[in-house]
């Protein structure tokens, strides 16, 4: 019996890219969402929800309302 761990026990923290190697867009927005996170805090999301699109974000604002602030600023913090 060899002293080598098999290939199949090790863990690999990294997610699964699909099968043409390449991340699809809900993977990329979710580590984008991950990193700001991660350089911001929680707290971040919480502020630009509560600003509700007041500064900057016009676009945005007018395409999907204000309340769309208010709810992904909602999401900041829950897993």
Do not use: C, Q, W
């Amino acid at each position: 019996m060899s002293s080598e761990k098999s290939k199949d026990s090790k863990k690999d923290d990294k997610p699964e890219k699909a099968s043409t190697g390449r991340m699809s867009r809900a993977e990329a927005g979710r580590l984008g969402g991950m990193k700001t996170k991660e350089r911001h805090g929680e707290d971040h999301f919480r502020r630009i929800g509560r600003s509700g699109g007041s500064k900057g974000g016009a676009t945005t604002r007018d395409r999907y309302g204000v309340d769309h602030y208010k709810k992904i600023g909602s999401l900041g913090g829950k897993k």
